[in-house]
Nanobody, 117 residues
């Protein structure tokens, strides 16, 4: 059973930075895609960024140029560097893992990011 453990959320002022980490364990396949989603109160969960094991990346338009996703395959860990944070980035951020060419994915427990002065 895949387990995802997130860390790095918190409270930051507008314009500030945070770095999220997500460590995956338990039955990880080398060919996979990991990503970050977020869900703000009253809104649907949305993709923020994803990265394949081959390091191909995809970003939501709203975070392009501000957020950077990266990964350490040896550690099965994905990171999300968030710069120039805005109040509208406030949400619970969830890590996601999926083996390539499969449907079933796994979610982390979520970490709160609050951008406020």
């Amino acid at each position: 059973q895949v387990q995802l453990v997130e860390s790095g959320g918190g409270l930051v002022q507008p314009g500030g930075s945070l770095r999220l980490s997500c460590a995956a364990s338990g039955g990880i396949f080398s060919s996979n895609i990991m990503g970050w989603y977020r869900q703000a109160p009253g809104k649907q969960r949305e993709l923020v960024a994803s990265i394949t094991s081959g390091r191909a990346t995809n970003y939501a338009d709203s975070v392009k140029g501000r957020f950077t996703i990266s990964r350490d395959n040896a550690k099965n860990t994905v990171y999300l560097q968030m710069n120039s944070l805005k109040p509208e980035d406030t949400a619970v951020y969830y890590c996601h893992y999926k083996r390539m060419a499969t449907i079933v994915g796994y979610w982390g427990q979520g970490t709160q990011v609050t951008v406020s002065s």
